[in-house]
Every structure is written in C-alpha cells, then in structure tokens.
C-alpha cells in the first residue's frame, strides 16, 4: 500500500517538491544509459510525470513513452502524442514484453509487497539490449544517525510511521544484488545524499510529508498536535539542516541471450 497517496491535498505540491531534489540526478542515469530519440521507453509510477515529459523530449515523435501509475490524475493531461498514459497496477496487471528500450521506476518498488515480482515484470518489458535504472531509498534505522544530527520528533516518528508502512527501510541498498539476481548484466550502483536546509526543495518537502501524514503520526500517540506544529516550525529555522534518506540508484542492461538461462 502506498501510504503517500496522489488523492491528498499535499500532493501536487509534495510531487513537486520531489522532483525539485531528484529529477536532476535520475536525468542523468537516464542519460548515462544512452538514451536517445526513437527509443521506446517504460515509466512506472509517473506520479507527477516530470521525468515522463523529459522522456517524450527526448526520444521524439519517433520514440514512445508508456507512463503507468495507480492513480493517473496527475498524468492525465499530459499532452504529448508521444505520451500513453495507463493507470496500472505493476504487481498484477500485465505489461507488453520485449519491446522497451529503457524502463524506469522511481520510489516505487520499495512500497510494494512483491518487489522482486514488479521487478521480473519490468524486466520482462524490455527488450534484449534495453535497460532498467531503479531508484529507492535506503533509511537507517534513526538511532545509527550520527550524533550531530538533530532530527525533530516528527521526522523520527513520521519515519517510523514509513518504515511501518514500506516493511524493508534497507530496500534501495538491495536493488543491485536483485537485478544480478535477474540476470542483468553491466549492474552498478550509485547512492545520492542530501543535506536539506530550512528553505529549500527538501525541507519544503519534509514538511509535505509530515503534513500529509499527520493522522499516522498523531495516531502513533508520540506527539501533541502542539508538538507537531512546534517541530514543523522548526523546519522553517535558517540555522536547521538535516540529513535525507539515502536514494540509491541500481541498473543493469538486458542480456542479448535468451533471459534466465546461460
């Protein structure tokens, strides 16, 4: 279950937020892939379909971008004709094999039951040669975090309310060994962390968070709502920053041979 649902208020504004801090390197593993026009390429959970425009930009009218989500509200009206958008569950509904050149999914997976099966479904879009590039956090259980951070009780909480939610906070460190396990070749791995500032794209984003799950953090009876709003003020002091999560990027190239077998 996603817990982040694109049915909340917060959500345009969290998308945004979002993609303000991760767009830039996922469009550089994307690009370090190759890409390039006439491809046909695979987005799974467009969400606020920033990185599905960039994608129909760049493989052109003879390239194609399928974008999959559970909830397509705020893909719907992307207006390239490049662009097909299905509303799609990637752990039951099936999905065209052998015929994308890239597919991508971006903290998708980790909110899955079945990941490794979303996995072999991705895999089995792609064609011999095409790449998948899948991005997840890893969170440190809060008490590994180095003594000078100073996390807010409300990030604490609503980190554990995640952890609950997702099941394997180690998941994005995993993704390498998994599409090994799928019999990727040329698989490498790349971790990105952030320090977010009070102001900036991933404080703002913090705060979306925490405020769309406030019932969940309330629920969990750890704060007052006056240490709620307390702790949310904190995250507007200029003397704040905290460190992300860490957002490890894995992919890996389909092998020419038959998928599976030597």
């Not at 937020?17 to 390429?41: K, Q, Y």
């Not at 890239?102 to 011999?128: S, T, W």
Request: glycine content about 10%.
């Amino acid at each position: 279950m996603y817990i982040l649902d694109n049915s909340a208020i917060q959500t345009r504004d969290r998308l945004g937020a979002l993609s303000a801090v991760f767009d830039p390197g996922t469009i550089r593993h994307l690009e370090e892939r190759g890409l390039s026009r006439g491809w046909n390429c695979l987005e799974v959970g467009g969400g606020g379909g920033t990185i599905v425009r960039w994608l129909a930009e760049k493989v052109g009218p003879n390239g194609s971008v399928l974008a999959t989500d559970l909830d397509t509200r705020l893909l719907d009206d992307l207006a390239q004709a490049n662009v097909e958008v299905r509303r799609h569950d990637i752990c039951r509904d099936p999905l065209p094999e052998g015929v994308f050149d890239l597919a991508h999914a971006r903290l998708v997976l980790e909110h899955l039951a079945d990941k490794q099966g979303a996995l072999r479904r991705m895999a089995a879009a792609i064609k011999p040669g095409g790449w998948i590039v899948i991005e997840d956090f890893e969170v440190p259980p809060l008490h590994e975090a180095s003594e000078h951070e100073n996390y807010p009780k409300i990030v604490r909480v609503m980190r554990e309310v995640l952890h609950a939610a997702v099941g394997d906070s180690r998941f994005g460190r995993s993704l390498g060994a998994r599409l090994r396990e799928l019999d990727f070749d040329e698989v490498n791995m790349e971790g990105r962390l952030f320090v977010w500032r009070s102001g900036g794209a991933g404080a703002s984003l913090m705060r979306l968070n925490c405020e769309q799950l406030r019932p969940a953090i309330l629920a969990t009876g750890q704060l007052t709502e006056a240490e709620f709003e307390a702790d949310l003020r904190r995250l507007d002091d200029p003397t704040f920053d905290f460190a992300s999560p860490i957002l490890w990027a894995a992919w890996g190239r389909k092998p020419n041979r038959r998928f599976g077998t030597p």
